[in-house]
């Protein structure tokens, strides 16, 4: 009946916090967490295989660290509005990462620092277009992705 539980549970759970707690809502919410647990169960996503998961921590801190970098430095932008000093445009990447879970947890960090963002991948030539709010040096946002993410990511994922 639950072929997800942990899904289900943080579905009803979700659904209650944004709802408020009522029998209406706690009916409402359990047909909805068991349906998209039943929907995900139809889906049968890959379970990603890890190779050396103890680098997990190593990628979350970095991430972070870039995050809190990434929005000072955007902040910095807005703050002198008056005075256009950067320069925005687009990138392409040539990426290796193949495996679909790599290639979306790329996504999620490139689009959750401030300042760039995902915009398409191409599998024929296995690379990522991305938007860049500063793009000063191209080499610069390319090593970033390659050694920075990507090389990470490519250890962890087998």
């Given at each position: 009946m639950f072929p997800h539980p942990l899904l289900t549970i943080?579905?009803?759970?979700?659904?209650?916090?944004?709802?408020?707690?009522?029998?209406?809502?706690?009916?409402?919410?359990?047909?909805?967490?068991?349906?998209?647990?039943?929907?995900?169960?139809?889906?049968?996503?890959?379970?990603?295989?890890m190779r050396n998961w103890h680098l997990l921590p190593k990628l979350v801190i970095i991430v972070f660290y870039d995050i809190i970098k990434s929005n000072l430095a955007v902040a910095w932008i807005i703050l002198r509005s008056g005075r256009p000093k950067h320069n925005p445009g687009f990138l392409k990447v040539p990426l290796e990462l193949e495996s679909p879970f790599s290639l979306a947890l790329l996504a999620v960090i490139l689009t959750s620092t401030p300042g760039s963002a995902w915009l398409e991948y191409d599998s024929n030539d296995n690379s990522v277009l991305l938007h860049v709010l500063d793009l000063d040096d191209e080499a610069?946002?390319?090593?970033?992705?390659?050694?920075?993410?990507?090389?990470?990511?490519?250890?962890i994922f087998a």
């Open positions: 943080s579905l009803l759970i979700m659904w209650l916090l944004l709802n408020g707690f009522t029998l209406g809502h706690l009916i409402l919410g359990s047909l909805v967490a068991v349906g998209a647990s039943w929907g995900m169960a139809a889906l049968r996503p890959a379970t990603p295989t610069k946002w390319r090593e970033i992705v390659k050694n920075r993410y990507e090389a990470l990511l490519l250890e």
